[in-house]
Nanobody, 122 residues
Framework: QVQLVESGGGLVQAGGSLRLSCAAS????????MGWFRQAPGKEREIVAA????????IYADAVKGRFTISRDNAKNTVYLQMNSLKPEDTAVYYC???????????????WGQGAQVTVSS
């Protein structure tokens, strides 16, 4: 079992930045690929970014490429999502998740955090 806890959400003006963190409970954190997903009201949960266990492979949704950066620190059992140039359409609950391999599909991820609200005002 892997427990994930997100932090760093909040309210920011359009054009601003936020950094989300996700701390994992297990020392085997480095064995898992990690992903960030988001879900806006009335919409499906969608991939934002993902990173392989060693950090060599990253994937991004087209909507966030060039603005968001995913990274991880295996020594701290933590994955990060740096979000720059935020837009109102980025408003959502952001979830981190763990999977055996890096991927884009929700079904590939076994463990989920409780979510962190990100609100971008115009």
């Amino acid at each position: 079992q892997v427990q994930l806890v997100e932090s760093g959400g909040g309210l920011v003006q359009a054009g601003g930045s936020l950094r989300l963190s996700c701390a994992a409970s297990r020392r085997t954190f480095s064995n898992y690929a990690m992903g960030w997903f988001r879900q806006a009201p009335g919409k499906e949960r969608e991939i934002v970014a993902a990173i392989s266990w060693g950090g060599a492979t990253t994937i991004y949704a087209d909507a966030v490429k060039g603005r968001f950066t995913i990274s991880r620190d295996n020594a701290k059992n933590t994955v990060y999502l740096q979000m720059n140039s935020l837009k109102p359409e980025d408003t959502a609950v952001y979830y981190c998740a763990a999977a055996p391999f890096v991927g884009r599909s929700r079904s590939e991820y076994n463990y989920w955090g409780q979510g962190a609200q990100v609100t971008v005002s115009s």
